[in-house]
């Protein structure tokens, strides 16, 4: 069965770093996605991505942050000054229009834990 | 704006027992989607099942099922004959019926199973 792969599963980092994280979404999927868990808590939206350009971000989604789908695989989010702060799960998902029952049910990738020193 | 609320932090359930995980969620869109995703001590997010806000019935894949009580705005996970392996988080979802719409998921609940 397809599925949504992530690398690192785990980056470690200095503060002030920058990072990117990858992501190789379902194949045929046309939307994308990036969440985020900080230990504990609920998981928070970041990002929407469809048709190359960011469709919808949340407040967290800040100028530190960009995304980018560089050929027709990868996904990825780059945090380019990381703080303290960013130490937490971040999810990529992918979904597309044929979803069962008609529904935008995204899967979900494995994760990847920053951790930011 | 879109609402989850989980109101159970935890929860410990015997194996075999039939457990309900209450959701209850606040939106304006006459259309949206309603998930269970479990996630596992590994830390991975696994889709359990998914509600239409039109489906005129409960959803329901294996074990579990969906209670979906539209006029109440409750979406309660019911997992029947519980398993240790069940133990985990379970976090409710929900999302307007756009195909990019984003998943706005609740504080979730930690349910532990006992042998």
């Known amino acids: 069965e397809p599925e949504v792969t992530q690398t690192p599963s785990h980056q470690v980092t200095q503060m002030g770093q920058e990072v990117i994280l990858r992501c190789v979404p379902i194949?045929?999927?046309?939307?994308f996605y990036w969440y985020r868990q900080i230990l504990g808590q609920k998981v928070e939206f970041l990002v929407s991505?469809?048709?190359?350009?960011?469709?919808?971000k949340s407040e967290i989604f800040d100028d530190q942050f960009s995304v980018e789908r560089p050929d027709g695989s990868n996904f990825t989010l780059k945090i380019r000054s990381t703080k303290l702060e960013d130490s937490a799960m971040y999810f990529c998902?992918?979904?597309?229009?044929?979803?069962?029952?008609?529904?935008?049910?995204?899967?979900f990738g494995p994760g990847t834990r920053l951790t930011v020193l | 704006a879109q609402k989850i609320t989980q109101t159970q932090p935890g929860m410990f359930v015997q194996e075999k027992e039939a457990v309900t995980l209450d959701c209850t969620y606040d939106?304006?869109?006459?259309?949206?989607?309603l998930f269970w995703y479990k996630q596992p001590s590994s830390g991975e997010m696994i889709f359990l099942i998914y509600?239409?806000?039109?489906?005129?019935q409960n959803a329901t894949e294996g074990r579990y099922s969906l209670n979906f009580q539209k006029a109440r705005k409750s979406a309660n996970l019911v997992i029947s004959a519980s398993q240790l392996g069940d133990s985990a988080m379970y976090f409710c979802a929900m999302s307007r019926a756009d195909r990019d719409d984003k998943i706005i998921f609740g504080k979730g609940t930690r349910l532990h199973i006992l042998p």
């Open positions: 939106t304006s869109d006459p259309s949206y989607g």
């Open positions: 998902a992918s979904s597309d229009t044929m979803g069962r029952g008609g529904n935008n049910e995204q899967f």
């Open positions: 194949s045929n999927h046309l939307y």
């Open positions: 991505f469809y048709n190359n350009e960011i469709s919808e």
């Open positions: 509600q239409g806000s039109y489906d005129q």
